[in-house]
């Protein structure tokens, strides 16, 4: 006859296996985190940061970017944007990890 303790440790597996086919397990691997949030696989999250608009996509618990766009006061400017900045005449490039403010000369 089974012990408490056998019947505790076959629940246990039991458990474990059903939470795992449920898709529970997995999920935990491929959310991704941002200043202690998690957001789900496919997610798009926007940091704006000084000069730079980020746009990343969680791809299997990692952080990609998507794309990458200009700062200016605040707003999120695409690639290839021309303004006057400071009197002078710049456009964003995408640089491939951040975007970029360059006079054009």
């Known amino acids: 006859m089974a012990s408490k303790v056998h019947i505790a440790v076959i629940c246990i597996f039991l458990c474990s296996v059903i939470c795992i086919l449920d898709g ?3 999920q935990r691997y491929i959310r991704c985190e941002a200043f202690g949030k998690f ?3 496919g997610k798009i999250h926007r940091i704006i940061h000084r000069k730079t ?3 990343l996509e969680c791809k ?3 952080w990609k970017y998507v794309k990458n766009e200009c700062n200016f006061h605040g707003v999120c400017h695409p ?3 021309v303004m006057i900045i400071g009197g002078v005449k710049h456009q964003c490039y995408d640089t491939g990890s951040n975007g ?3 006079k054009v000369l």
């Open 24 to 26: 529970c397990e997995r």
């Open 39 to 41: 957001y789900d696989n």
């Open 53 to 55: 608009c980020l746009h």
């Open 60 to 62: 299997h618990h990692r």
């Open 79 to 81: 690639a290839g944007k």
């Open 100 to 102: 970029k403010w360059l």
